[in-house]
């Protein structure tokens, strides 16, 4: 049963990190990102994910319950853009393709796609110290900001 186990901690921790981003996905964002997480994490808030198990392990065998001790070594929680921010996003890889655009060709690093485009170091915090709170160890946030 290690995949119920994983199912139930990926699914916690990423449904609360793209609700909580996506509630506040219709205000208007500028650069600096703008802080969508206003109220603190609620571990009982919990909306189910569609398509949830990976293709590769749909053809797995489960093997039964695992000791809940079991470690999980490594877990990928992405987060998910307002739809102002995925819309400039769409506007800027639009751009940096068409030559009569002023933005052709000028790339981002991935700190200026980052700060851009991605998640405010302020939700980037509360995320990753709540995981810690529940117990996981945040080893890495992207520099894309839309990764922990």
């Not at 650069?31 to 990976?54: C, F, H, M, Q, Y």
């Not at 800027?92 to 998640?119: C, I, M």
Request: glycine content about 4%; charged content about 15%.
């Amino acid at each position: 049963m290690i995949r119920n186990v994983l199912y139930r901690s990926l699914c916690t921790v990423a449904t609360l990190a793209i609700c909580t981003l996506l509630s506040a996905g219709a205000r208007a964002q500028t650069s600096p990102a703008a802080r969508l997480i206003t109220t603190a994490i609620n571990a009982g808030d919990k909306v189910p994910l569609s398509n949830e198990i990976r293709p590769q392990l749909k053809r797995s065998q489960d093997l039964g319950a695992v000791s809940g001790s079991t470690p999980v070594r490594h877990m990928l929680l992405v987060l998910a853009r307002s739809s102002t921010r995925q819309q400039a996003l769409a506007q800027y890889l639009s751009d940096v393709q068409n030559p009569a655009s002023p933005n052709f060709h000028k790339w981002l690093t991935p700190a200026q796609f980052g700060s851009t485009f991605g998640a405010s170091t302020d939700d980037i915090a509360t995320l990753s110290s709540w995981l810690q709170s529940q117990g996981f160890t945040v080893e890495k946030v992207s520099a894309a900001a839309n990764l922990i």
